[in-house]
């Protein structure tokens, strides 16, 4: 059995366990729509993501025509409310992700999910995959922690999932500076929500697949 240096493993959410960009592009043109903005292309949705769902749609409201005059707060609850109704449509784990939880396990490590999603929309969205039992810890937004980059809530993972050595995996640099705030090591994965090329991310290791993540935590 291979040894893991790390008594807990942190994972972000949207873009790094799990591609959720088709239903949360739906969802944000759907608020567009509600506006009379034309969509967001699929291609361009994920770059858009990162820092949670009410900065994704001011950066959608800049890209299709600016914000200005926009009542945020009226349309943000748009988006949220038809992302809850459809969130489980087309998200699915990245490829070699279940095979990757099981490792961990096997190897006797904690698992967490640590994500700027509200905490309800994160809860769901698990328990509607199926995931929710693989983390002894999950946490979001709202859930009385400030939103990363802030370490808090990863200090916060360790302390709960019984302290000792703990790494966190993500994806943007809200992901690797929160990780190194909180004094702990981040991998980053290149097939995410990238907000900066993956090697300027700021992290201690990048993969491009799950199957790179047990080494790469071993490495480290």
């Keep these: 059995m291979t040894k893991i240096p790390f008594a807990t493993v942190g994972f972000d959410l949207d873009g790094t366990l799990l591609d959720t ?3 949360l592009g739906a969802a944000l043109n759907h608020a567009l729509a509600h506006i009379g903005r034309g969509p967001v292309q699929d291609a361009a949705v994920s770059s858009l993501i990162g820092g949670g769902s009410r900065l994704m749609l001011g950066r959608a409201l800049e890209l299709t ?5 926009i009542d945020q707060d009226t349309l943000y609850p748009v988006l949220l409310g038809y992302y809850e109704a459809n969130i489980a449509v087309h ?3 990245y490829p070699g992700g279940a095979a990757m939880l099981d490792a961990l396990e096997a190897a006797g490590t904690q698992l967490a ?3 700027n999603k509200p905490h309800h929309l994160a809860v769901k ?15 979001g937004g709202g859930g009385g922690y400030p939103l990363k980059p802030a370490p ?6 360790a302390e709960r999932l019984g302290g000792g050595t703990a790494a966190y995996v993500g994806d943007t640099t809200y992901d690797t500076r929160a990780a190194a705030a909180a004094g702990m090591p981040c991998v980053a994965v290149s097939f995410g929500f990238n ?4 090697a300027q991310l700021g992290a201690a290791a990048v993969i491009d697949h799950f199957d790179e ?3 790469a935590l071993v490495r480290l």
């Design 125 to 139: 969205l698990l328990d509607a995959l199926g995931l929710t039992q693989r983390f002894g810890w999950v946490i």
């Design 152 to 157: 808090d809530v990863l200090l916060a993972m």
């Design 65 to 69: 025509g600016g914000a200005e005059g």
């Design 91 to 93: 998200t699915a784990l």
């Design 213 to 215: 993540l047990v080494p």
């Design 113 to 115: 999910l640590v994500t």
């Design 21 to 23: 960009s088709r239903d």
């Design 195 to 198: 907000d900066a090329p993956p």
